[in-house]
């Protein structure tokens, strides 16, 4: 089969589609032939040397994968060769095929195409996880998006607005904003022209955000704790602003506030089965039904996987970019 690899880190072009080994399913795992892949932030850092997989997994990058199962390994059970599936990885996403745990595939949902569901498992597995299971959004309350316009963003803000939440965002152009209103967002603030914390003030008669989902880290902290509401709960799910801040706890007693920070990727396979089975049961209705879809900005061939990432680099694109198989 063919696989992106990474001989040397570096920049886009460092990513070589190369002819590689097949895998293997091992115990409990299936073997899918890959029909598209997606393009997630912890494949840049990857591809420049700062985020190696966890151990066991796959050298290649991709966190998620759509396509059909090939091969069952010893013990799976509830699967077939030849389901379409999507699924959440701890590697490997960018290759023909690759090796899963059971407990991390997901049916691909009726009526959205195989492909497109390649977008879809790191995003709402991500969001439900980390807004819902630890967050605990409630209807009602509000939840801070940074980013809007990416796909963790675009998928926080329709599952939020689906469970009667109301959602600000922030973004740093008038056609991402332009977008994430149409998602539903109530509340839009360009993080380049106004400051997060006031503008969500003034639109919350002073209170602020319930739950506030953070991709920058370091950067945004003392301002994320300001804007929090009494009982406000902030999670941490990147660090694209740097990952050294300084926390004001007597700003966060004042609040009755809690910081949390979770990474997917290195979790062991029961908790991500957990998160997935989880994902399945409230996730997947919503996107039947047609209340949440899926957004994709663009697709790639495979093998211009250094495409897609200029693409990212660039920051200009809306929700996922696909890497193509087919």
Avoid at 141 to 160: D, F, K, N, P, R
Avoid at 174 to 191: F, M, P, Q, S, T
């Amino acid at each position: 089969m063919h696989a992106i690899t990474i001989p040397e880190p570096g920049g886009p072009e460092a990513l070589v589609w190369a002819e590689v080994p097949d895998p293997e399913p091992g115990e409990g795992e299936v073997l899918v032939d890959v029909v598209a892949g997606a393009v997630n932030r912890a494949d840049v850092l990857q591809r420049q040397g700062f985020y190696d997989p966890p151990p066991g997994a796959s050298p290649y990058p991709g966190l998620e994968c759509a396509g059909r199962i090939s091969a069952l390994g010893p013990g799976v059970s509830g699967w077939s060769v030849g389901d379409e599936v999507c699924a959440l990885l701890g590697g490997g996403g960018y290759a023909e095929k690759v090796a899963v745990p059971s407990g991390q595939l997901l049916p691909v949902p009726a009526g959205v195409e195989v492909a497109t569901t390649a977008g879809l498992p790191e995003v709402a597995c991500t969001v439900w996880s980390n807004v819902f299971m630890v967050a605990h959004l409630r209807p009602g309350e509000t939840l801070l998006v940074h980013g809007g316009s990416s796909g963790i963003g675009t998928m926080a803000i329709q599952l939020a607005k689906a469970v009667g939440a109301r959602v600000a965002v922030t973004a740093g152009t008038a056609a991402k904003l332009e977008r994430c209103a149409e998602l539903g967002a109530d509340i839009l603030i360009n993080y380049r022209e106004q400051d997060f914390v006031e503008e969500l003030r003034a639109a919350t008669d002073g209170t602020g955000a319930d739950v506030i989902l953070d991709n920058m880290g370091a950067k945004y902290l003392e301002r994320n704790v300001k804007a929090l509401a009494v009982n406000g709960r902030l999670a941490v799910i990147g660090m694209q602003g740097g990952a050294k801040g300084e926390l004001n706890l007597g700003a966060l007693l004042a609040k009755r506030g809690a910081v949390t920070a979770t990474s997917l990727r290195a979790r062991p396979p029961e908790e991500k089965a957990a998160i997935v089975a989880a994902v399945r049961e409230h996730v997947w209705p919503l996107i039947e039904d047609g209340r949440v879809r899926p957004v994709v900005d663009s697709s790639f061939p495979m093998s211009d996987a250094a495409g897609a990432h200029r693409t990212l680099d660039e920051s200009t694109h809306i929700g996922k970019l696909l890497l193509t198989t087919e």
